[in-house]
């Protein structure tokens, strides 16, 4: 799912996890401010897109592999999308809520 300049990713896992993660490609303030002033450390890496990860929630149900997840899909473009489902190889499906995320 993609909202503005952060993204979120579902995955599963073989130990039945599923993991909610944020990724973000713009920079932090002191490398904005650093280019500014002309202080990069390297001009290669200036130029690159800078992408950063960051798991925000682990959730623990499934007791085989997960085989599935996705987000609840909404009609509203740029709403933060609240549910997700995953199915795992225990023949279960389960809905997470990513509310309090």
């Not at 073989?14 to 973000?24: E, P, R």
Request: with cysteine; net charge negative.
């Amino acid at each position: 799912f993609i909202s503005g300049l952060e993204s979120w990713l579902l995955t599963g896992g073989a130990d039945g996890s599923v993991h909610f993660w944020n990724l973000c490609n713009k920079q932090t303030p002191e490398e904005a401010s650093d280019e500014d002033n002309g202080r990069s450390d390297n001009a290669e890496d200036a130029s690159r897109p800078r992408c950063f990860i960051r798991l925000l929630h682990s959730f623990l149900g499934h007791c085989r592999p997960v085989e599935m997840v996705c987000f609840y899909h909404r009609l509203q473009p740029e709403v933060r999308q609240t549910l997700c489902v995953s199915f795992a190889r225990d023949a279960t499906m389960k809905i997470w809520s990513l509310e309090q995320l």
